[in-house]
């Protein structure tokens, strides 16, 4: 039987984060891909291997978002993964609110600026390029917590309305794509929690075996990622391809 040589492309934005770079990692060592690119903030490794991801870096100006995105369009044949994995919970001087008067505008336009500004600005980017990739399956980092129908806690008021924010902002653009890019696959994802430097200080409540390695996750989001076609319709799921309230 003749093997059938790769010929599809994946991208990673936010590909130096926990999850970002567990799931570049585990695609460059999918057969189906002849290319992952990796985009972050950091400097590109300069001797990337074969094996290894292609690293682009990145200020996220909106320039530069269209630039790479160009760049990654073009030399695609086949773009047909993306993960969007950009997000903070917490900074040197902020960190999730647990009342009203915690609030700070500083803080509260990072986390909206980072959580649901930039991967907005990131598929918008993207949109024309997916255009001409039949079945792009795009899976952009959420999190439960941005469920209006799942808080019942209440609480880190900015991460959790500007997942809320991200996922409306995904909804409509699974609206406009149903009609200008019918091939694409767009799902809001929720992680689990999971053992990144994001998580960190509040990993201590989570209950034994609840702790997810980027790793699983990583295998995780890819798997769900395979079982969804475009349908017109943007999915919230979480790791286990579970739905989620909005
Ligand atoms: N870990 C969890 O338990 C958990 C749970 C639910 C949802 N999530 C979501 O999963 C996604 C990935 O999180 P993670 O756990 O992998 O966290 P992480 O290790 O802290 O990675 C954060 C990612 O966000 C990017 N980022 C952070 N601050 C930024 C800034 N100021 N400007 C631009 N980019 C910035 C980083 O970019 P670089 O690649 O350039 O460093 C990195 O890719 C996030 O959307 C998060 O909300 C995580």
Known sequence: MTQ???????????GRGGIGRAVAKYWCEDPRFDAVWEVSRHAPNKDSQSGQPRSLQTDHSEKDIEEVCREVVEESSRLS??????????????????????LRRAA??????????????????????LRKNPDCRVA???????????NGLGGWYSYRSAKAALNMGLKSASI??????????LIA???????????????RGVPEG???????????LSGVLDEHNANGQISYLDWAGKPIPW
């Open 4 to 14: 059938r040589s790769p010929r599809e492309q994946a991208l990673v934005i936010g």
């Open 176 to 185: 406009e794509l149903a009609r200008r890019a019918k091939g694409v696959k």
């Open 210 to 220: 609840k702790l997810f390695t980027a790793d699983f996750v990583a295998e995780r």
């Open 140 to 150: 952009v980092l959420s999190a439960r917590v941005g469920s209006i129908g799942d």
């Open 108 to 129: 509260m336009e990072e986390v909206y600026r980072v959580n649901c500004v930039l991967p907005m600005l990131w598929l918008s980017a993207l949109a024309p390029g």
């Open 81 to 102: 993964r993306v993960v969007i994995a950009l997000g903070t919970l917490h900074g040197a001087d902020y960190g999730p609110e647990k009342s009203l008067d915690a």
């Open 189 to 203: 994802f929720h992680p689990g929690t999971v053992d990144t430097a994001l998580s960190e200080p509040f990993q």
